[in-house]
C-alpha cells in the first residue's frame, strides 16, 4: 500500500527560534532592500567523497572577492560572498557547493572557486553512479533577486566562461539558457553535447568555448537560467527499472508530467534515488491544472516538493518512499539567507546548517 508521503528533510540557516524580535525585523526588511542584485551559482564538481578538498573549492570562491582581497565590500554588508551550504553525496562522488554573492562578485568569486577544482579534480580518475562531463560538472548562476534580468546575468555567465578557459589551459565550456546565443536550455544543450551518452569521447564532444574537451578536464556547462531547485526522493526497493519508469513518468516532457520537472533514478545506498530537478517557470506559462506555487514576487511559479512526492508515490506501484529531500533552497530560502549572511559576514554560513544541503 502506498503509504502518506514522508516530511521533507529540511533545515535552516540560521533557525527562527535563533533570532530575536529585533533581528527579525531587520532581517525581513533587509532580504527586500539589500537583495536587489543577488545571484546563487550551484557549483557542480565531480568530487563528493573527499570534504577537505571540497571546501578547499568553497573557501577559494570567499578569498577572491571578500576583505583583504577586496578592500571594501558592497554597502551595507560586510562581506561579498558567502557559501550558504555544501551538499555531498558519496555514490554519486558529487558535491554541490551554492555560493551566493552580488552580481558585481559572483563572476570573480566562481571563476576563483573552479580554478581550484580544475587542479585538485582530475576527472580520468573520478568514478560514481551519477553522469558527469567534467571535473567542474556545472556552473549555473541564478537570479534570486527579484528585478535581476537574465540576459544580464548571462553575460557575466560568458564572461566567466572565457575567463576559466583562459586561466586554465586545456578546459573547455559549453554554454546553455541566457549564455547561449540561441537560448538553449540546460537539458537540450546536455543533450547536444552528449553528457548522457556512455562511453564518453571527450574529444569528439561539442564545445563552445576553450580547448578541445580531454579526460583530465572534461567539458563544463556554464550558463544563466532561472532558479533550480533539487528533490530527491528516495524508494524502498532495489528495483532501478521501476525507478526510471517513474522518473520518465512525472517528467515535464512526458504526456502527464508535472510542470518544469526533469528526473532520472540512481541505485543510491542500497535502494532508488528518483533525483528530480526543479525549474521555476515564467508565470505567464502557467496553465490552469497545474499544481505549483508562486516564487520571486509571482514573477515565477514552480511545482513544490509535497507535490512532486505524492506524483512518485503514486506512480510507483505500491512501492513506499523512504525519505523525501529538498537539496537545496527555495529562491526566498537562498535570498534570505544569503541576505543575512553578508550582512553578518558569515563567509562559511554552510558551518551553521544542521544538515548538508545543495
Same mark, same amino acid.
Given at each position: 500500500? !502506498?503509504?502518506?508521503?514522508?516530511? !521533507? ?27 536587489? #542584485? ?19 573549492? *568553497? ?43 552580488? #552580481? ?24 560514481? @553512479?551519477?553522469?558527469?562531463?567534467? *571535473? ?12 535581476? $534580468? ?82 530527491? @526522493? ?14 520518465? *513518468?512525472?517528467? *515535464? ?6 510542470? &518544469?520537472?526533469? $528526473?532520472? =533514478?540512481?541505485?543510491?545506498? &542500497? ?47 505500491? @512501492? ?6 529538498? @537539496? ?20 562559511? =554560513? ?9
Amino acid at each position: 500500500m !502506498v503509504t502518506n508521503a514522508p516530511e !521533507v528533510n529540511k533545515c535552516t540557516w540560521p533557525p527562527e527560534s535563533s533570532l530575536s524580535p529585533t533581528l527579525l525585523s531587520f532581517f525581513v526588511h533587509h532580504t527586500t532592500t539589500m537583495s536587489r #542584485q543577488l545571484v546563487a551559482c550551484m557549483l557542480n564538481v565531480s568530487e563528493g567523497r573527499n570534504l577537505a578538498l571540497v571546501e578547499r573549492i *568553497a573557501q577559494s570562491a570567499l578569498r577572491a572577492v571578500n576583505p583583504p582581497a577586496k578592500k571594501t565590500a558592497v554597502e551595507g554588508w560586510k562581506i561579498n560572498a558567502s557559501v550558504l551550504n555544501i551538499f555531498q553525496d558519496f555514490d554519486y562522488n558529487r558535491s554541490v557547493i551554492t555560493i551566493v554573492a552580488g #552580481q558585481d562578485n559572483i563572476g570573480a568569486s566562481v571563476e576563483a572557486a573552479c580554478r581550484t577544482a580544475y587542479d585538485l579534480i582530475d576527472l580520468s580518475r573520478q568514478e560514481g @553512479v551519477h553522469p558527469r562531463l567534467g *571535473a567542474v560538472d556545472l556552473v549555473p548562476l541564478h537570479p534570486i533577486s527579484e528585478n535581476m $534580468s537574465l540576459h544580464t546575468l548571462g553575460a557575466v555567465a560568458k564572461d566567466l566562461a572565457s575567463n576559466i578557459t583562459s586561466s586554465v589551459p586545456g578546459t573547455s565550456v559549453f554554454l546553455f539558457g541566457a549564455a547561449d546565443s540561441e537560448g538553449r536550455g540546460l537539458v537540450a544543450r546536455r543533450k547536444e553535447v552528449g553528457w548522457f551518452k556512455t562511453p564518453v569521447r571527450y574529444p569528439a564532444l561539442t564545445h563552445d568555448v576553450g580547448a578541445v574537451p580531454s579526460s583530465r578536464y572534461g567539458l563544463t556547462g556554464v550558463g544563466a537560467i532561472p532558479y533550480m531547485m533539487n528533490v530527491n @526522493v528516495t524508494l524502498d526497493t532495489q528495483d532501478v527499472a521501476l525507478g526510471r519508469r517513474v522518473a520518465a *513518468a512525472i517528467r *515535464a516532457t512526458s504526456p502527464k508530467g508535472l510542470p &518544469g520537472v526533469q $528526473s532520472m =533514478a540512481f541505485p543510491h545506498e &542500497g535502494k532508488v534515488e528518483v533525483a528530480c530537478n526543479v525549474d521555476l517557470l515564467p508565470a505567464h506559462l502557467r496553465l490552469p491544472d497545474w499544481e505549483v506555487r508562486e516564487s520571486l514576487g509571482g514573477q515565477y511559479v514552480f511545482t513544490p516538493s509535497d507535490v512532486l512526492t505524492r506524483r512518485i508515490l503514486q506512480e510507483s506501484g505500491g @512501492v513506499d518512499a523512504v525519505g523525501t529531500t529538498l @537539496v537545496g533552497f527555495t529562491p526566498e530560502e537562498a535570498r534570505a539567507l544569503a541576505t543575512l549572511a553578508l550582512t553578518r559576514g558569515e563567509e562559511e =554560513a554552510w558551518r551553521r546548517a544542521k544538515d548538508r544541503r545543495m
